[in-house]
């Protein structure tokens, strides 16, 4: 007999939490986000539906894979991965959570989302952020961009936050971090330890499903 999760059907969709970074078309004409670890290869729009990373059929989130996009219930959880290195210059976002999803423990694998707010990190320097420049790399077709004053854009390709807002459509918006607000403290702590275990439990149990079906496949 196999067990079945219960089903949720709220009033409201869920809200959740993850970081990503801000991207612009090649052309200028299209603005949205790229995630940081499965997926970040395929940049997402503001309001946008999730496909299976791997090229196969079936709709995301399926049981037996882990795609699908990917947040975490608490603002501080997604904070919290801004402590790494390579994440250091990229924005908190708050989405809705649309479409059919699976809870863990501490976030949604879900098949839609709508980004209602974006806020990203004070400038290098460690004034508060009014633009988007670029970064410096990018995706195919795409360029990504960080956060800068006015004093350090230089001459790179740079969009005030309200533009870059506009761009991407579908009432976006787009706040600079209070300097000195935020900022994550070297080294691994404990909430960034306990956000990458959320993601790690999360492919755990996907990877428990199918250790089971297979099990029962091989007594049978």
Same mark, same amino acid.
């Given at each position: 007999?196999?067990?079945?999760?219960?089903?949720?059907?709220?009033?409201?969709?869920?809200?959740?939490?993850?970081?990503?970074?801000?991207?612009?078309?090649?052309?200028?004409?299209?603005?949205?986000?790229?995630?940081?670890?499965?997926?970040?290869?395929?940049?997402?729009?503001?309001?946008?539906?999730?496909?299976?990373?791997?090229?196969?059929?079936?709709?995301?989130?399926?049981?037996?894979?882990?795609?699908?996009?990917?947040?975490?219930?608490?603002?501080?959880?997604?904070?919290?991965?801004?402590?790494?290195?390579?994440?250091?210059?990229?924005?908190?976002?708050?989405?809705?959570?649309?479409?059919?999803?699976?809870?863990?423990?501490?976030?949604?694998?879900?098949?839609?989302?709508?980004?209602?707010?974006?806020?990203?990190?004070?400038?290098?320097?460690?004034?508060?952020?009014?633009?988007?420049?670029?970064?410096?790399?990018? +995706? =195919? /077709?795409?360029? #990504?961009?960080?956060?800068?004053? *006015?004093?350090?854009?230089?001459?790179?390709? @740079?969009?005030? &936050?309200?533009?870059?807002?506009?761009?991407?459509?579908?009432?976006?918006?787009?706040?600079?971090? +209070? =300097? /000195?607000?935020? #900022?994550?403290?070297?080294?691994? *702590?404990?909430?960034?330890?306990?956000?990458? @275990?959320?993601? &790690?439990?999360?492919?755990?149990?996907?990877?428990?499903?199918?250790?089971?079906?297979?099990?029962?496949?091989?007594?049978?």
């Amino acid at each position: 007999m196999r067990l079945r999760l219960p089903e949720e059907r709220p009033k409201e969709p869920p809200t959740g939490y993850k970081i990503a970074h801000p991207v612009l078309s090649q052309d200028g004409t299209r603005a949205g986000f790229t995630g940081v670890s499965l997926g970040a290869a395929l940049p997402y729009a503001v309001l946008d539906e999730a496909h299976c990373v791997y090229g196969r059929r079936h709709e995301a989130p399926h049981r037996r894979c882990d795609c699908g996009f990917h947040c975490v219930h608490e603002r501080a959880a997604a904070e919290a991965f801004l402590c790494i290195a390579e994440h250091r210059r990229a924005a908190l976002l708050e989405v809705t959570v649309l479409g059919a999803y699976i809870r863990f423990e501490r976030g949604f694998r879900y098949a839609r989302q709508r980004v209602r707010t974006a806020t990203v990190r004070p400038c290098g320097c460690g004034a508060r952020a009014s633009l988007l420049v670029d970064a410096g790399w990018g +995706r =195919p /077709g795409w360029q #990504v961009l960080e956060s800068a004053c *006015g004093g350090c854009a230089g001459r790179r390709t @740079a969009l005030r &936050l309200a533009e870059f807002a506009r761009i991407a459509g579908e009432g976006l918006t787009v706040l600079g971090a +209070r =300097p /000195g607000s935020g #900022v994550p403290p070297r080294g691994l *702590g404990v909430p960034e330890l306990l956000a990458e @275990a959320a993601l &790690l439990q999360a492919r755990l149990d996907v990877f428990q499903g199918e250790l089971a079906r297979l099990a029962k496949g091989e007594r049978n």
